[in-house]
């Protein structure tokens, strides 16, 4: 069968073909790959910043943000049958019997480094024909939600944030009313982000770069967000126009406005970043100013790193609420779906849009034709 595979020690990226998967254990699941999902972890894989194969070998299957068809199930699988849709766990706990978090099934949150990571670490990803995958790593999708279920695994991320941010939140003992939340970015992470926030019911508002109109602004003002641009608005402008900003939502991966921005959170406001740098030159900094507001603010940055099994039920659970409540904004996310065959562009980061998409499979293909095409003119810069 055909794999896009990633060759780190020949900084080569090409189709590959490699051995069909067949279920070894009872609660297996074997997988017909439909969809998955390119993000800026894959650019940086194939710019080889990072990515490693599985152990003794020399490559490794690309992608991590998967939609899967069950093929067939082993016979220790009572809740799965053929035909159903389902989304794969990326991260699995590391073997260290020491690792408390990896131990309590709280992988995402692995304190010895030495995760595996499907189509990053380890593991082989999801651009492919067929995987086999073990139930407890799989993740149901309702037939209904088979044109947007690809956007499970990005959805974790901010679902992970959300959990953290009301953990956090506990230590408000009073109703302050509706908080205001400002995303940074408008890449797929930060309108998920926004779809996100706005769902759980803060006043949010996405600052990016380009000034509208422009299809990012257009899906985040479609589901409520208000949006503005940077190149248009200042970080002290927008401050200053928001509010008390309750929570930032770092989605762009940019540090020094990242940091520029954290001068301006709310008291008691909490910070979350899930940007990952490359290549960042350093740079000059105030940190008494950010110093001095942590402690007189009493506020909370905190980092996180994709997601386990509560944020993919919560985003499972979420991206079927959104398919109701904003079906349009939700899928102009999707704006390119590109044969396996033409990963090149999407992978490499040169197809533009917002969320571009690997399609698996000539079946699919035929079915969707229509709706692509409308992503993909929505979807136009
Ligand atoms: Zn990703
Ligand atoms: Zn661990």
């Known amino acids: 069968m055909k794999a896009v595979a990633v060759y780190p020690a020949r900084q080569a990226v090409g189709i590959a073909d490699v051995a069909e998967p067949h279920i070894a254990t009872p609660t297996e699941v074997k997988l017909r790959m439909l969809e998955v999902g390119v993000c800026g972890t894959d650019k940086d894989i194939c710019a080889f910043a990072y990515g490693t194969p599985p152990p003794g070998q020399d490559r490794f299957v690309l992608g991590h943000e998967s939609l899967g068809e069950v093929v067939e199930a082993g016979p220790g699988v009572a809740d799965l049958r053929a035909g159903d849709l389902v989304v794969s766990t990326v991260r699995l706990p590391c073997p260290d019997a020491n ?84 995303v ?26 380009s000034p509208k109109p422009n299809a990012k602004a257009d899906v985040a003002e479609g589901v409520g967000a208000r949006y503005i641009s940077s190149e248009e608005t200042s970080i002290d402008q927008m ?15 940019a540090p020094q406005f990242a940091f520029e921005v954290l001068k301006h959170l709310g008291s008691n406001g909490i910070y979350v970043f899930t940007g990952v740098p490359r290549d960042q030159a350093p740079v000059e900094f105030d940190t008494e100013r950010i110093m001095y507001n942590l402690v007189l603010k009493n506020q909370v940055v905190v980092g996180v790193v994709n997601a386990g099994r509560q944020a993919f039920d919560n985003a499972v659970r979420d991206i079927g609420v959104f398919a109701v409540r904003w079906p349009q904004a939700l899928g102009a996310i ?48």
């Open 239 to 253: 401050a200053e126009q928001v509010g008390n900003i309750d929570l930032i939502y770092e989605a762009a991966g």
């Open 99 to 182: 690792c408390a978090a990896c131990r309590a099934g709280h992988y995402d949150f692995c304190m010895t480094g030495n995760y595996r990571e499907h189509g990053i670490k380890g593991l082989d990803g999801f651009m492919t024909e067929f995987v086999v995958e073990d139930r407890h790593n799989l993740h149901p999708v309702a037939r209904e939600l088979r044109e947007v279920a690809v956007l499970v695994e990005p959805l974790t991320i901010a679902e992970k944030a959300l959990i953290e941010v009301r953990e956090i939140q506990q230590r408000l003992h009073w109703d302050g009313g509706q908080q205001l939340a400002v």
């Open 334 to 381: 999707i704006t390119g779906r590109y044969p396996m065959e033409a990963f090149h562009d999407p992978v490499m980061g040169k197809a533009g849009g917002i969320k571009n998409v690997i399609e698996i499979g000539v079946r699919g293909r035929a079915q969707r034709a229509p709706r692509d095409e409308a992503a993909a003119v929505a979807g136009r810069p």
């Open 184 to 209: 940074l970015g408008s890449g797929p992470v930060g309108l998920l982000g926004a779809m996100v926030l706005v769902n759980a019911g803060f006043e949010t508002y996405v600052y990016s770069r």
